[in-house]
C-alpha cells in the first residue's frame, strides 16, 4: 500500500491550489482517504476526509469552508483543492488512509492505517 502526496508549490495569498494523492496497492473506493497537514514547528492537524460509500466531505474546523476533496477511481487519486489561501496555511500536507468510516472522525484526531510523504506549501506574496 502506497500513497503519494503531490502538487505543492509556492502560492500567493488569496490563490487557490490542488494536491494530488496518488494511492497503489488498494482500491481506493473502498477505503475513506484524509488530509493532514503540519507546519513547521506545530503538530499534526487534521483536515477533512472523503466518505467513499457518497463521496461526501467531512471537515474538521481548519478546513470548513475552503477546502474540498474529491477523487477520480479510474486514476486512483484523491485531489484536495484548497482556496482563498492565506499565509496560515503553509505546510507540508499528506493524505492517509483511514482506519474505519470517515464519519467516526468528527470529534476524533484521524487515525491512518497508512499515510505517505507530503507535498510542501507555501503561501507568500
Known amino acids: 500500500v502506497q500513497l503519494q502526496a503531490s502538487g505543492g508549490g509556492l502560492v500567493q495569498p488569496g490563490g487557490s491550489l490542488r494536491l494530488s494523492c496518488r494511492a497503489s496497492?488498494?482500491?481506493?473506493?473502498?477505503?475513506?482517504i484524509g488530509w493532514f497537514r503540519q507546519a513547521p514547528g506545530k503538530g499534526r492537524e487534521g483536515l477533512l476526509c472523503?466518505?467513499?460509500?457518497?463521496?461526501?466531505?467531512h471537515y474538521k474546523d481548519a478546513a470548513e469552508g475552503r477546502f474540498t476533496v474529491s477523487r477520480d477511481n479510474a486514476e486512483s487519486t484523491v485531489y484536495l483543492q484548497i482556496k482563498r489561501m492565506k499565509p496560515e496555511d503553509t505546510a507540508d500536507y499528506y493524505c492517509?488512509?483511514?482506519?474505519?468510516?470517515?464519519?467516526?472522525?468528527?470529534?476524533?484526531?484521524?487515525?491512518?492505517?497508512?499515510w505517505g510523504r507530503g507535498t510542501q506549501v507555501t503561501v507568500s506574496s
Open positions: 492517509g488512509r483511514l482506519r474505519g468510516s470517515c464519519a467516526i472522525y468528527a470529534r476524533r484526531i484521524y487515525d491512518f492505517h497508512y
Open positions: 496497492g488498494f482500491t481506493l473506493d473502498e477505503y475513506d
Open positions: 472523503l466518505d467513499n460509500r457518497d463521496g461526501s466531505n
